[in-house]
């Protein structure tokens, strides 16, 4: 009866390691995890990548929409400061006020990409439910 029980436990072990190793190769598969940002140009040369992206999403409790405010108010003023206009898509996704901001930059310098980018990152620091990404696709960009 031990030893039965023992065999069911190594097999349950067994199983469970297999089940990890092919998840570890499904996410090394994934194209973000694969794409390093020395592979990437710092402007968008692609129609799906985006130098940023910034999604607000929601845990059940709606949007932290100060910060969706305060970044949308920082690109017009970034705008201003560079005195270029910076061309983003705005793109509202779910039902508590889920946002995503895709953000090319092309319009921008190499070095006020990366002004622009590190401006957002200090803004939002303090915000808890946000992703912020480069060289990554806009997730939920509206077709046509």
């Known amino acids: 009866m031990q030893m039965k029980l023992y065999l069911n ?8 390691l297999s089940q990890c190793k092919n998840h570890e190769k499904a996410v ?22 985006y130098r940023l992206t910034v999604s607000f999403y929601s845990i059940g409790m709606g949007t932290e929409n100060d910060f969706i405010q305060r970044f ?6 970034f705008s201003g ?7 983003y898509s705005k793109n509202s996704w779910g039902r508590e006020g889920e946002t995503d901001f895709c953000l090319k930059l092309n ?10 980018i590190q401006e957002t990152r200090k803004l939002l620091q303090d915000a808890k439910w946000v992703h912020v990404n480069e060289n ?5 960009l509206r077709k046509g």
Not at 32 to 48: A, F, G, V
Not at 81 to 87: A, E, Y
């Open 9 to 16: 436990i190594l097999l349950i072990i067994a199983f469970g």
């Open 28 to 49: 090394k598969a994934s194209p973000s995890e694969t794409i390093t940002r020395s592979e990437l140009k710092t402007d968008s040369i692609t129609d799906d990548l």
């Open 72 to 77: 949308e108010d920082s690109i017009g003023t």
């Open 81 to 87: 400061k560079v005195n270029k206009t910076i061309d």
């Open 107 to 116: 319009e921008l310098s190499e070095k006020e990409q990366l002004e622009f």
């Open 136 to 140: 990554a696709p806009c997730r939920h």
